[in-house]
């Protein structure tokens, strides 16, 4: 007899749920009206397929990896890991860019400011 231990069961069971969630969530953001439309770009039968959106099964990691390349997601998130982290990160990379597009704009306006405040830009320039 196998026993049975009812915390490991919750545990899949909310891995089945919100795995289907997120995978409905990122592949509606991406555009996919028909979901089995997605499975068969990503290689995986529909039978699996409908598995996974119904939550009875979860993919393998193969299958795991070509849906979040797909859909441009981290493999954990699309596994149900917190989005605090995930959130953070992509929030930090938005600042970033915004700082980098600011600072290459005001350089790219600004030139003639920038070699009057630039004293040793002037100096090398002479020599």
């Known amino acids: 007899m196998v026993a049975v231990?009812?915390?490991?069961?919750?545990?899949?069971?909310?891995?089945?749920?919100?795995?289907?969630?997120?995978?409905r969530r990122a592949a509606e953001a991406c555009g996919y009206e028909n979901l089995y439309q997605l499975g068969r770009v990503?290689?995986?039968?529909?039978?699996?397929?409908?598995?996974?959106?119904?939550?009875?099964?979860?993919p393998n990691y193969e299958c795991i990896l070509r849906l979040a390349l797909v859909l441009g997601v981290p493999c954990d998130w699309l596994?149900?890991?917190?989005?605090?982290?995930m959130l953070r990160s992509v929030l930090?990379?938005?600042?970033?860019?915004?700082?980098?597009?600011?600072?290459?704009s005001k350089t790219a306006q600004l030139p003639s400011e920038r070699s009057l405040d630039d004293?040793?830009?002037?100096?090398?320039?002479?020599?």
């Open 5 to 23: 231990d009812p915390d490991t069961d919750r545990t899949v069971a909310l891995r089945k749920a919100r795995f289907k969630v997120r995978l």
């Open 42 to 58: 990503c290689g995986i039968s529909k039978d699996s397929f409908k598995k996974y959106l119904s939550g009875t099964r979860l």
């Open 79 to 85: 596994m149900g890991s917190d989005e605090g982290p």
């Open 92 to 104: 930090k990379a938005r600042e970033i860019d915004a700082a980098w597009k600011n600072k290459t």
């Open 119 to 127: 004293s040793h830009t002037r100096r090398e320039a002479k020599c």
